[in-house]
C-alpha cells in the first residue's frame, strides 16, 4: 500500500507532528509489530495500519472521506486495519496504562457543579450529568446508516 500514498514531505508534515525518521527509527522498534495484519482476506503492513491509527486519532479526521482520500482505501478496509493496529496496541501494552478512578471519583462533585455553573443549571449542585469532550466540531465517530 506504501506505493499508493504519496511520500513528500508536505502530505506527512501535514498528517502527523512526527517526522518519518521519528516515526521509523524513535517509535516502530517499540511497538512490537508483525510484518502485515491480515483481516478477512486483505493484507497490510503493520506500520501503514499504526499509522492510520494515528491519523484516525488526530481529530477531527473521519473515515469517509477523510481518511479514504489521505490513504486511497475503501472506509471499510482502513476500519479493519485501524482496529487490527488497536487491538495489537492494546494487548501488548494494556499492562502499562491505567485509568486513576479514585481521583475521578474524589473530585466528581467538583466537576459537576462547575459544569452546572458553566451550563446554567437551577441548582448546580444537583447537577450529576457530565463527561469528557474532545472539543471537534466535526462529528468524528458518529454511525450512520449506510
Known amino acids: 500500500m506504501w506505493d499508493r500514498l504519496e511520500r513528500r514531505a508536505s502530505w506527512w508534515n ?13 517509535l516502530v522498534p517499540h511497538l512490537y509489530l508483525p510484518t502485515d495484519f491480515k483481516v478477512e ?8 495500519a499504526v499509522l492510520m491509527l494515528l491519523a484516525r486519532l488526530s481529530a477531527p479526521r473521519s473515515l469517509c472521506p477523510d ?13 479493519r486495519f485501524i482496529r487490527a493496529a488497536e487491538e495489537h496496541l492494546f494487548q501488548t501494552f494494556a499492562y502499562t496504562t491505567s485509568f486513576d478512578t479514585r481521583r475521578v471519583r474524589a473530585n466528581l462533585p467538583w466537576w459537576a457543579h462547575q459544569v452546572g455553573k458553566k451550563y446554567g443549571a437551577d441548582e448546580p449542585s444537583l447537577f450529576r450529568v457530565w463527561g469528557f469532550l474532545d472539543g471537534t466540531f466535526r462529528h468524528v465517530a458518529r454511525p450512520s446508516a449506510e
Open 14 to 26: 501535514s498528517l502527523f507532528r512526527f517526522t518519518v525518521d521519528e516515526f521509523f527509527f524513535k
Open 67 to 79: 481518511l479514504e482520500i489521505i490513504f486511497k482505501q475503501h472506509k471499510t478496509r482502513l476500519s
Open 41 to 48: 482476506g486483505h493484507s497490510c503492513e503493520a506500520t501503514l
